[in-house]
């Protein structure tokens, strides 16, 4: 099969199993038999001498050597179309696959995405909300802007903004339930973020370590800052949250730091790219303008604690 002109059929055929695992499934996607789809994976399994696909009474299951081939050929595949279009269809929009966590989009990404796209015209870029763990494992992004510590296996990762967290809560609330000192806090409806990263107990053990702070069991739980958030404004109780979800809202006034700390936390918001880098010139250029973007974001914080 190799440098026939069926390989980049055969490798288009791997992918759409890949993302279906069930041959049945991929050969309505792809408007063929099962039979030409099984032809054509096993035919590619001969050559590379090495199963893509474990066969299970259910369905398929990638193998390690499957995933590592479908990691490869999903980026080269890519890069193919793209330099197809921008040859064929001068005019054409390129498109961006960008993972983003759903608070970080909805706060800092999407508000400023029209300067890109000033700079850009010709790209297009789809926004993903997505969390780094607990999904499709067989889904590839040219970038992604997760909450992390930043050591994440086989991506690179670069802090773009997050560290500085701070209590906040709405006026209304504080004027029903003034908070001046640590203890006041035992009196207002404490907020907890479901996942990981900023909680608590991370924020009490540099503000008030001797203060028990709310117990799991008492403490509402929100299952991240895309829904916490407007339970804050809203005045249903006070939280921990990353100082850049919130910079617009404490300068207006509709959120307030009533103990005006701050305090560091071990999470943040990275740009992470996938290893090896085969994202090209448009996803340089999406990464160097939101690395501009994300210092904007961390004067514009230093500002507020000054």
């Known amino acids: 099969m190799k440098g026939s002109r069926h390989s980049l059929v055969t490798l288009r055929i791997f992918l759409a199993a890949a993302r279906t695992l069930n041959f049945s499934r991929c050969a309505d996607k792809l408007n063929i038999t099962q039979s030409a789809v099984s032809k054509h994976i096993g035919a590619l399994e001969s050559r590379l001498g090495v199963a893509l696909f474990k066969r299970l009474p259910n369905g398929l299951r990638l193998t390690h050597a499957g995933a ?3 990691e490869r050929v999903s980026a080269a595949l890519r890069l193919l179309d793209e330099a197809d279009a921008l040859v064929a269809h001068p005019m054409s929009r390129v498109a961006l696959n960008i993972a983003v966590s759903p608070s970080f989009a909805h706060s800092c990404l999407i508000p400023t995405l029209s300067e890109f796209f000033a700079l850009h015209p010709g790209v297009r870029v789809n926004i993903r909300p997505r969390l780094l763990y607990g999904r499709d494992q067989v889904e590839r992004f040219d970038a ?8 994440v296996a086989g991506m690179s990762a670069e802090y773009l903004c997050g560290h500085e967290m701070t209590l906040v809560a709405a006026p209304q609330l504080l004027a029903r339930c003034p908070i001046r000192m640590i203890e006041d806090l035992n009196q207002v409806p404490l907020l907890r973020r479901a996942q990981r990263g900023y909680s608590w107990d991370e924020w009490r053990a540099e503000i008030a370590p ?4 709310p117990s799991a069991g008492e403490a509402p739980e929100y299952e991240g800052f895309s829904v916490l958030l407007p339970a804050v404004m809203h005045g249903l109780g006070a939280a921990i949250v990353p100082m850049v ?3 617009e809202q404490l300068r207006a006034g509709t959120l307030v730091r009533p103990l005006g700390e701050v305090v560091e936390s071990r999470y943040g918001y990275y740009l992470m790219r996938p290893r090896p880098n085969v994202g090209g010139a448009y996803v340089d250029a999406f990464c160097e303008w939101l690395t501009q973007r994300a210092g904007q974001m961390n004067r514009e914080i230093r500002e507020l604690v000054s």
């Open 68 to 70: 590592i081939y479908h």
């Open 144 to 151: 992604e802007i997760q909450l992390h510590t930043g050591h």
């Open 245 to 247: 979800l919130v910079r």
């Open 210 to 213: 001797l203060w028990p702070g």
